[in-house]
């Protein structure tokens, strides 16, 4: 059983920045991957940013350059940096468990665990 709840979103300026943050309640896996999907109003939810248990990392276009994972191992927490932020990054964001399968996958089938959620607004 994984767990997974997301913090850290808010609301700021065209420019400003967010730190999300995903922790996990789960057991350790030798092999893992967390993505991180957003979902803004009326729109389909989008893979933004992935990580494997390697540290191996894949960010979307839209967020490259602007956006960065980091890990706390210790903590079982990833996090997100959001940087630049921009109108078009406003969305719920989702961070998403898969166990067993190191993959920078951002299908959102084969996730088989998520967290609710936390709303991040920017505005110009």
């Known amino acids: 059983q994984v767990q997974l709840v997301e913090s850290g979103g808010g609301s700021v300026q065209t420019g400003g920045s967010l730190r999300l943050a995903c922790e996990q309640s789960?057991?350790?896996?030798?092999?893992?991957?967390i993505g991180w999907f957003r979902q803004a109003p009326g729109k389909e939810r989008q893979g933004i940013a992935a990580?494997?248990?390697?540290?191996?990392?894949f960010f979307a276009d839209s967020v490259k350059g602007r956006f960065t994972i980091s890990q706390d191992n210790a903590k079982k927490t990833l996090y997100l940096h959001m940087n630049s932020l921009k109108p078009d990054d406003t969305a719920s964001y989702y961070c998403?468990?898969?166990?067993?399968?190191?993959?920078?996958?951002?299908?959102?089938?084969?996730?088989?665990?998520w967290g609710r959620g936390t709303q991040v607004t920017v505005s110009s």
């Open positions: 789960r057991r350790t896996y030798l092999y893992y991957s």
């Open positions: 990580i494997t248990s390697s540290g191996q990392t």
């Open positions: 998403a468990f898969r166990a067993n399968v190191a993959s920078l996958n951002l299908g959102e089938s084969v996730y088989t665990s």
